[in-house]
């Protein structure tokens, strides 16, 4: 199938770490986001992972890679109010004579305190 | 700074009008895609064009029509036969290394039907 699926939910305390997951579909898939959206903004580039890469570690952000199960996830340690957004993962898809990213539904990340 | 456009943020239009909507970039990308997001949904998208004076059909071109004239430009039209326009509208550019970077997004336009 073309789906990228993420939950569309998930909601943290504040200080605790935030864990979303993504499941995508094409095994080809050579590079892997995760984007950031804030309210009535655009979408930003929070991170990218190459496929031959098993983790990522960027600051309070580790990006995990399972190619067996197609799996990605996003983990945001201490998070903050200002994490408080929707977060999309996307795969960069081969497609005719150029690549294409697919995104998945986003997941809306609160947090209470 | 380069960057890329949206215009205007927020777009009223009465029912059987046309809209466009404006997108500019300032970063030298080959690439320009529209996507519509509506609520509790992710993106799709509707047009493309990866090279001055050619674009491609999306998964939801019916009732939308585009324009690739210059490479900054990339104006979505909203037409009369589009039967829920009402949505948050994003344009995305990319450059040829388009994989490494992704895309950049503008902030988007809020297009209601009133």
């Known amino acids: 199938g073309e789906d990228v699926e993420q939950s569309l939910f998930l909601s943290v305390r504040e200080g605790d770490s935030s864990v979303i997951n993504c499941t995508y579909t094409?095994?080809?898939?050579?590079?892997l986001y995760w984007y950031k959206q804030e309210p009535g903004a655009g979408l930003q580039l929070l991170t990218y992972i190459f496929s031959n890469m098993d983790m990522k570690q960027d600051q309070r952000l580790t990006v995990l890679l399972n190619k067996k199960d197609k799996h990605l996830s996003l983990r945001i340690a201490d998070t903050q109010t200002g994490d408080s957004a929707i977060y999309f993962c996307?795969?960069?898809?081969?497609?005719?004579?150029?690549?294409?990213?697919?995104f998945g539904s986003g997941t809306r990340l609160s947090i209470r305190p | 700074d380069g960057g890329i456009t949206q215009s205007p943020k927020y777009l009223f239009r009465k029912e059987g009008q046309n809209v466009t909507l404006s997108c500019e970039q300032n970063l030298n990308h080959d690439a320009m895609y529209w996507y519509r997001q509506d609520p509790g949904q992710g993106l799709r998208l509707i047009y493309y064009s990866q090279i001055v004076n050619d674009f491609q059909k999306g998964d939801i071109a019916e009732g939308y029509s585009v324009s690739r004239e210059k490479k900054e430009s990339f104006p979505l039209t909203v037409t009369s036969a589009q039967k829920n326009p009402t949505a948050f509208y994003l344009c995305a550019s990319s450059s040829s290394n388009q994989q490494v970077y992704g895309y950049t997004f503008g902030s988007g336009t809020r297009l209601t039907v009133v």
């Open positions: 996307a795969e960069s898809r081969a497609h005719s004579s150029a690549s294409k990213i697919i």
């Open positions: 094409d095994s080809s898939s050579t590079y």
